[in-house]
């Protein structure tokens, strides 16, 4: 197969090529109806549906592709963004919900250094090291000192017991691998997560707005389910007023009951339990709820 005589009049959509990024990013392809096939090691993928080729890359690389390269679309976190320094060049178009972290200094639980501003002057280690140096250079020059910052590309918790830090700039998650090395945060610098980013020189415009809309429609698929009842008439009000929907509640008449009425609405998937009890206190029967796998709202 000639991938580059291939790639021709295809939208390029960078994905991260391994870890859970990449397990999060085959569900929503899945859910947006972007079919393909993927053999082992290739990191380029032609759609069997649509005009895209999808390119595994990894995520700290797709940032610069986006923005300066060809290709059109790229899942990555906002951390990636900012350290590759093309927030200006890209658009972010979708917040994804997923890979949600904090990007924080670090430093040992009994250190000397337990301000931002006392690591001043002193040695960061972090593998966002671009972003750290425009953090640390006005408080350098505000206190006529130079902190010295290092790149390591992982492991980067280890630098303080290792003797190479004062401090670290890192990700944070649930915070158990800060802890088990012996440090904590004493100041958060970002929150990130995942984005669908596009490329602002792009030629594919509509398909760009066409897989953003599936995107969009197999979060909010996530975010809601379609809970269905029937009721009085009488008692209508009450129902709706549990369930408004998310534009309005959809009401027919049922014709095998009279005075009762069947109720279509959307809800949130997280409060379902608890709308299903207050739907039975007023009067509801038949009660059902249902998951999709996406949807247009």
Known sequence: MDFVKDLDNRLLFAIPK???LYEECLQLLQGADIHFNRKSRQDIALSTNLP???IFLPAADIPKYVAEGNVDLGI???DMVVENEVSDKVTEKIQLGFGKCRLCVQVPVKGEYQTLESLVGKRIVTSFDAYART???PLDKAAGKTTTISYVSGSVEAACALGLADGIIDLVESGETMRAAG???IHTLMTTQSVLLSNRKSTHTDLIEKIASRIRGVIAAKKY???TYNITRSNLPKAIAI???RQGAT???LESHEGWVAVSSMIEAKLKGEIMDKLTEVGATDILVTAFTSCRV
């Open 18 to 20: 391994k870890g859970r």
């Open 76 to 78: 990555t976190g906002q």
């Open 225 to 227: 389910v379609l809970c």
């Open 135 to 137: 953090i640390f250079a």
């Open 251 to 253: 009401v027919s008449s």
């Open 183 to 185: 440090l904590h945060d």
């Open 243 to 245: 369930t408004p929907g």
């Open 52 to 54: 895209v080729a999808l």
